[in-house]
């Protein structure tokens, strides 16, 4: 008797099976849709940089994400689940048709191979242990789906990003100077916890100059054409157009000395825009692998910064998806069903 098969005595009038294929068939072409528009929406925001863009991709997906959790609750059938995700998952390649004749497209179909792998097993994963549970917890179940579905969807968009600037073509200018000016910006409040004048938007001499003010707090003794002097108490007691003098000998001295490590600056130029063609300059005289790697880093560190920042959003994901569940529910376009298991087993008295 202890090798017997459980006893599944059911409860409910209905079997658990797939009944409606209209209905299975309208959640797979919204899923489609949604895959075919987000794919499309984000491409668009990597060749334009234009936030709207960005906004529909993100929409998208967030349904993409829903559809494919509600597929683990309402279809039965994992025949059908993976027709479905496949689909959903290659459609969007017939945006990239123009570029099969470009070189490496086999790293696009692999993006899109592990786009439609990780969605498998996401929802594989929530259909296994919906399965397995006496009760349904929606949120439980869904919390297995989501982390792969996302990575799925980033592990895309990681290539898409990588193909479009890397690839086939350059990385987009605005986009580039975008982050790079909100980097340097992030960046100010800790440079001034040890430089608390400079700013990326000072012009070059602007710059030199608040950077001697305030090493001269820290440092007086400074090297005035290769003499040690002493500017603790001296310099106030000069007159205030030589103290401006003295200021901007040691602001050209250092300005110089910076010259001689990468090349001439323009005292009339903005921080921000030297910075940023010197390294578009270097970026530029890398040699192939190097570039080759240097965005193989980038898409690596991207990938990994926004997943890392998708975790904080996953409760919205299950809350979104739970809400549309329960809406179907209440609309009876799925209706619960229930089922209880007796269980024999043995033990020592």
Known sequence: MINQAPEIISQSKIEETDYNALKITL?????VAASIFTVYEFDQFLLTF?????????????????????????????????????????????????????PNIEILLIGFFLFFLFTILGVGRGVSRFRNSIKMRFFEIAK??????????LILAS????GEYFLWGSINETMTR???????????????????????????????????TTQLKKTPQVTINGVQVNLRDGLKEVPPDVQKQIMNTLSDELRKKTEEKIGTLNPNA??????YQYIKDWIASLASPMKIGLGVALTVLL????????????????????????????ANFAVPGYETRTREFVLLP
Do not use: C
Not at 27 to 31: A, C, D, E, K, R
Not at 312 to 321: D, Q
């Open 303 to 330: 990938f990994f910064s926004v997943k890392s920042m998708m975790f904080l959003l996953y409760w919205l994901i299950h809350l979104v998806a739970f809400l549309v569940f329960k809406l179907l529910v209440v």
């Open 50 to 102: 234009q936030y709207a863009f960005l906004w529909f991709a993100l929409s998208g997906m967030l349904a993409f994400l829903v559809i494919n959790i509600l597929l683990a609750f309402f279809v039965k059938h994992f025949t059908i689940t993976f027709g479905i995700i496949l689909v959903e998952t290659f459609a969007p390649i017939v945006f990239f048709i123009s570029k099969f004749s470009k």
């Open 159 to 162: 290539v898409l990003f990588y």
């Open 144 to 153: 297995t789906i989501t982390p792969k579905l996302v990575t799925g969807v």
């Open 27 to 31: 959640l797979g072409v919204i899923g």
């Open 270 to 275: 903005k921080v921000s825009d030297v910075l």
């Open 178 to 212: 975008t982050i790079f000016n909100e980097t340097l910006r992030s960046a100010e409040p800790i440079t001034h916890l040890w430089y608390s004048g400079v700013s990326a938007d000072q012009t070059v001499n602007e710059f030199f100059g608040s950077l001697v």
